[in-house]
């Protein structure tokens, strides 16, 4: 088998959906085989996914949330020891290739061919990292990072973020990188044998810079390869909460600690007080952003936010009767008319792409194209009657 995808899930069954959804159609010519960790969501995640997809996808229920790395753990040793009981007329060997994907993304339909290409033809690269997409056609940073060494960390938590991630990069080219992304992580499975799969200690964020790291300390390279995804961004958690904070920064200190702790206390100092620092003004946002809101402060929700939906006609014509009822400002654009769409496009407006009409691949080239007019790229199914944006999900 040539690609286990694993897929780890936590309450975001729609966005999971739609980015299996497009592993399925980047996969049509790949020998694959996708692994589902839910990580006991209380959305009836499993039971939907296992109406819609049936047989299709491996489904590892959770009884309790084993966090971001255990999880994908859990889906890396199944998909390595089923093959231990099979039989011997049939391909006993594991995926040459496992992808680490987010739920809340979705990829290119040639993404998936042009990195296990570049893998193929370059065996001493242990992991490789996509070209992401932000949901208003802005390139994601964090595609190219280097490792946060102390010196790195300092300057990145000065505001001086230029090296952290290596911007002298071009972005329509391979290359060298030192961190790769738990977004979009394809690794070489003999890599994760020889360095060890992702380490629990973590239990969310850091896990993919601890195990860039290693991979790059058993002689491996890590690669950015311009292949197309688009990241929504931190849809199954909830950052104003006090966890998502504690666990973020508790993530950064545990790798500090783990590959930097060996250094002079007269480096490592500086280095622990910025990091608490960090989550103090962290917490202190979070408090300030709560007390706004119980006193009837907080910002309001735009009301005039308008949306573009562009697809064919039976689209349009189901997207009419749901902006109707839920009392949305929108334009309706045909595909035919798709050239018109930028000389209309008022700054933050949502456009809706229609989901069968477009591919995902022409849905991420056409929201680049009007990244400054600052978009939200949203799709729309005319098969499941759903709207999905990175702000709001709609079932019709």
């Not at 489904?59 to 994908?72: P, Y």
């Not at 969310?204 to 929504?232: C, F, Q, T």
């Not at 002079?264 to 979070?286: E, G, N």
Request: charged share 25%; with cysteine.
């Amino acid at each position: 088998m040539k690609l286990t995808v694993v897929i780890v899930s936590y309450n975001v069954r729609y966005y999971l959906e739609q980015c299996i959804v497009s592993v399925q159609r980047a996969t049509k010519d790949i020998d694959h085989e996708i692994y589902i960790v839910d990580n006991a969501s209380d959305d009836d995640t499993v039971d939907y996914l296992r109406k819609r997809f049936g047989d299709d996808i491996t489904i590892i229920e959770s009884t309790q949330n084993l966090g971001f790395a255990r999880a994908n753990n859990l889906a890396i040793r199944q998909s390595a020891e089923q093959f231990s009981c099979s039989d011997e007329d049939v391909d006993t060997t594991p995926s040459d290739y496992i992808l680490l994907l987010n739920p809340d993304t979705f990829i290119a339909e040639d993404s998936l061919q042009k990195v296990l290409d570049f893998m193929d033809a370059h065996p001493q690269a242990g992991g490789v990292g996509a070209k992401m997409h932000n949901p208003d056609g802005s390139l994601a940073p964090e595609s190219r990072r280097a490792l946060p060494t102390p010196w790195v960390s300092m300057l990145k938590m000065l505001g001086f973020s230029k090296r952290y991630y290596m911007k002298h990069l071009p972005w329509d080219e391979p290359g060298r990188i030192d961190v790769i992304s738990g977004a979009f992580c394809m690794l070489r499975r003999e890599a994760i044998d020889k360095v060890g799969a992702l380490d629990e200690d973590f239990f969310m964020y850091g896990e993919d810079i601890d195990l860039s790291y290693r991979l790059l300390k058993g002689g491996y390279e890590n690669w950015y390869v311009p292949a197309d995804i688009v990241h929504y961004k931190g849809e199954s958690t909830v950052k104003s909460s006090y966890r998502y904070v504690h666990v973020f920064y508790q993530a950064m200190l545990i790798f500090f600690r783990k590959h930097y702790g060996h250094l002079s206390f007269f480096v490592t100092l500086p280095i622990k007080i910025a990091i608490y620092f960090r989550a103090f003004i962290a917490l202190l946002q979070m408090l300030y952003e709560r007390m706004r809101s119980s006193l009837g402060f907080a910002d309001k929700p735009r009301a005039d936010v308008s949306y573009y939906f562009v697809g064919s006609t039976k689209m349009l014509n189901q997207c009419r009767a749901l902006a109707k009822r839920r009392g949305l400002t929108a334009t309706y654009i045909h595909t035919k008319e798709l050239s018109s769409l930028e000389q209309q496009l008022p700054s933050g407006a949502s456009v809706v792409y229609d989901a069968e009409t477009f591919s995902f691949q022409q849905m991420i080239e056409q929201t680049a194209m009007l990244t400054d007019k600052h978009p939200t790229l949203g799709t729309y199914s005319t098969r499941r009657k759903m709207l999905i944006t990175q702000v709001e999900i709609i079932k019709g």
